[in-house]
């Protein structure tokens, strides 16, 4: 069976959430594992020409992963994702947010709470991801920087390496 493997990205600006969807052609412990393992997040989180590089990742309730966007004149955009609830194979969710490079959260640019959820269906996954925001400023700002393209080229990413 193969996959369709589009990313779908639909906004609620009043209610101030965005939701993504997509389906994998691997089964969902692999995906599970490319969302949750550093080593596999660094290979396809950051839309390329960037790159992500985990500094430090503790994938549990209450741990965080800190990483970096490292850009193409090796820029670095930091950020944090603190992870809140963790259902093996089946769902968590995480508050990320903008920081430096210690962790130290910025109120300079919006905070967002995801949730992804993860359905098996044989040896395809389907991923959703619904995040939401406090104020439609918030939305707006992740909008304008870039988000959806940028959140689109990094699932072609996963996609990709999925197919490995």
């Known amino acids: 069976m193969t996959t369709i493997s589009k990313t779908m990205v639909s906004k609620d600006m ?5 939701r993504v969807e997509r389906e994998f052609d ?10 949750t393992d550093s080593s596999m997040l660094d290979q396809w989180w950051a839309p390329h020409p960037w790159r992500a590089e985990t500094k430090s990742m503790d994938f549990r309730p209450g741990g965080f992963w800190l ?3 490292r850009g193409p004149s090796n820029e670095a955009h930091w950020a944090r994702v603190d992870y809140q609830t963790i259902d093996k194979f089946k ?24 949730r992804n959820d993860f359905q098996g269906l044989g040896d395809s996954t389907k991923v959703v991801v619904n995040i939401s925001f406090d104020k ?24 990709a390496l999925l197919a490995k």
């Open 14 to 18: 009043e209610a101030k959430k965005i």
């Open 26 to 35: 691997a089964p969902v412990e692999k995906v599970w594992l490319a969302w």
């Open 67 to 69: 990483y970096c966007m």
């Open 91 to 114: 769902h968590f969710e995480a508050m990320d947010s903008f920081c430096d490079e210690n962790g130290i959260k910025t109120s300079a640019l919006p905070s967002m709470n995801w």
């Open 136 to 159: 439609e400023a918030d939305i707006r700002t992740i909008l304008e920087m870039g988000f959806e393209l940028g959140f689109t080229f990094a699932m072609d990413n996963l996609d």
